[in-house]
DNA sequence: TTCATTTGACCAGA
DNA sequence: TCTGGTCAAATGAA
């Protein structure tokens, strides 16, 4: 884990340089009259996917050290500090990878990302693989190949808010204490009521433990098993131990860079919406305080804690803030203020940037 | 009564 | 034709 890290590091410091340097080229180019237009957005593409990969990367680490960190501070957010006491913990999650099938919104393909959550004790999981969302199950089907069947979900808000994203659950023949988790699509939709995002809804996933017919009622469901919510959702959260294993995205395609601002769709005009995968990673922290203060990314300290990134983002929080909300320009208005975007460049350290402790 | 789940049927793509 | 994915009526739970 600390050699992937380190290599992450790497991977990271490497991609916001290359981001630095063809900022600074876009700079050159804004007062060449030389300049073609084509040439300033091959560079601003370049730029935002240098910024996407990097995200991307970060966004793991912040994910992954947001839960961990919580767990072991006990004081974070968006968390209530009794969140983190409990000590029976459900479930791990094992193992996470982006599969972005594209994630430009010009691209309009399907974002894709799977992630794998082991469960260590009890047969249902509650909405423990949660991630903030409620979900509605509208199907289960038995795989070809696999022992147990499928179950799929869709948001809640499907038609409320036309949040089209759907996820499918399915357990695993090796690990039957494992199950794969496939995301699809983006979250457009805002969970009505925050505190369900740390506790969700009834809904949990039950698997058949047979492959059998759909109609087979498995015994799982039978034993459903009623928890406080905070018990439920943070018995999962405790403990998590969370193994990036891949973030090798297909097509080196990465997320497009797609914070929420007034300028994206009318639908995320009057939601506060993200048009952006990393909704599913950011959602609670970003809603809770983002949405309720301005429409600019926010990373809470807690999500660069302790996983090893270290990034002392108590420190930096307002300087992200301002690279995401400065990038977030960059991707809906051609009107840049590079010198801002330079000027942080310029005044972060890459080389010495606190990302381990 | 409302909302979530179950499950047979249907549809589209390979 | 087969399979995965989704729909929607029936059913159950709160």
């Given at each position: 884990?600390?050699?992937?890290m380190?290599?992450?590091e790497?991977?990271?410091?490497?991609?916001?340089?290359?981001?630095?340097?063809?900022?600074?080229?876009?700079?050159?180019?804004?007062?060449?009259?030389?300049?073609?237009?084509?040439?300033?957005?091959?560079?601003?593409?370049?730029?935002?996917?240098?910024?996407?990969?990097?995200?991307?990367?970060?966004?793991?680490e912040?994910?992954?050290g947001?839960?961990?960190t919580?767990?072991?501070?006990?004081?974070?957010?968006?968390?209530?500090?009794?969140?983190?006491?409990?000590?029976?913990?459900?479930?791990?999650?094992?193992?996470?990878?982006?599969?972005?099938?594209?994630?430009?919104?010009?691209?309009?393909?399907?974002?894709?990302?799977?992630?794998?959550?082991?469960?260590?004790?009890?047969?249902?999981?509650?909405?423990?693989?949660?991630?903030?969302?409620?979900?509605?199950?509208?199907?289960?089907?038995?795989?070809?190949?696999?022992?147990?069947?499928?179950?799929?979900?869709?948001?809640?808000?499907?038609?409320?808010?036309?949040?089209?994203?759907?996820?499918?659950?399915?357990?695993?023949?090796?690990?039957?204490?494992?199950?794969?988790?496939?995301?699809?699509?983006?979250?457009?939709?805002?969970?009505?009521?925050?505190?369900?995002?740390?506790?969700?809804?009834?809904?949990?996933?039950?698997?058949?433990?047979?492959?059998?017919?759909?109609?087979?009622?498995?015994?799982?469901?039978?034993?459903?098993?009623?928890?406080?919510?905070?018990?439920?959702?943070?018995?999962?959260?405790?403990?998590?131990?969370?193994?990036?294993?891949?973030?090798?995205?297909?097509?080196?395609?990465?997320?497009?860079?797609?914070?929420?601002?007034?300028?994206?769709?009318?639908?995320?005009?009057?939601?506060?919406?993200?048009?952006?995968?990393?909704?599913?990673?950011?959602?609670?922290?970003?809603?809770?305080?983002?949405?309720?203060?301005?429409?600019?990314?926010?990373?809470?300290?807690?999500?660069y804690g302790s996983n090893g990134l270290g990034l002392s983002v108590?420190?930096?929080?307002?300087?992200?803030?301002?690279?995401?909300?400065?990038?977030?320009?960059?991707?809906?208005?051609?009107?840049?203020?590079?010198?801002?975007?330079?000027?942080?460049?310029?005044?972060?350290?890459?080389?010495?940037?606190p990302i381990y402790p």
């Open positions: 884990m600390e050699g992937h380190k290599f992450e790497a991977d990271l410091m490497s991609d916001l340089m290359q981001g630095k340097e063809l900022t600074k080229q876009l700079h050159n180019h804004m007062f060449l009259s030389s300049s073609s237009h084509e040439t300033k957005e091959v560079l601003l593409e370049k730029i935002l996917l240098s910024y996407e990969k990097a995200l991307t990367k970060l966004k793991w912040a994910n992954v947001d839960r961990e919580k767990i072991i501070n006990g004081n974070m957010m968006d968390y209530s500090p009794c969140s983190f006491t409990n000590e029976n913990p459900k479930s791990e999650v094992l193992d996470q990878e982006i599969k972005h099938k594209s994630v430009s919104k010009r691209r309009k393909i399907i974002d894709i990302w799977k992630k794998q959550v082991k469960v260590c004790s009890g047969e249902v999981i509650e909405e423990s693989l949660d991630d903030g969302h409620s979900w509605r199950k509208y199907g289960q089907k038995d795989i070809l190949g696999a022992n147990f069947p499928r179950g799929y979900y869709r948001c809640t808000h499907k038609h409320a808010q036309g949040c089209l994203v759907t996820k499918q659950v399915q357990k695993s023949d090796k690990d039957p204490t494992t199950y794969e988790i496939t995301y699809k699509g983006r979250h457009t939709c805002i969970q009505a009521n925050h505190a369900n995002k740390a506790f969700p809804s009834r809904s949990k996933i039950c698997l058949g433990e047979h492959k059998h017919h759909n109609h087979q009622k498995n015994e799982a469901q039978e034993k459903k098993i009623e928890q406080p919510p905070h018990e439920t959702i943070f018995s999962f959260s405790s403990e998590l131990e969370v193994k990036l294993e891949d973030l090798e995205t297909k097509e080196n395609i990465f997320p497009s860079f797609c914070f929420p601002s007034p300028s994206i769709g009318s639908e995320n005009e009057d939601n506060n919406m993200i048009e952006n995968p990393f909704m599913e990673c950011f959602s609670p922290t970003f809603l809770s305080h983002a949405t309720s203060e301005s429409n600019i990314f926010c990373l809470s300290p807690c999500h108590q420190t930096s929080e307002s300087i992200i803030t301002d690279v995401v909300s400065a990038t977030t320009s960059i991707t809906n208005s051609p009107i840049v203020n590079l010198d801002e975007l330079n000027l942080f460049l310029d005044n972060v350290d890459f080389d010495t940037f």
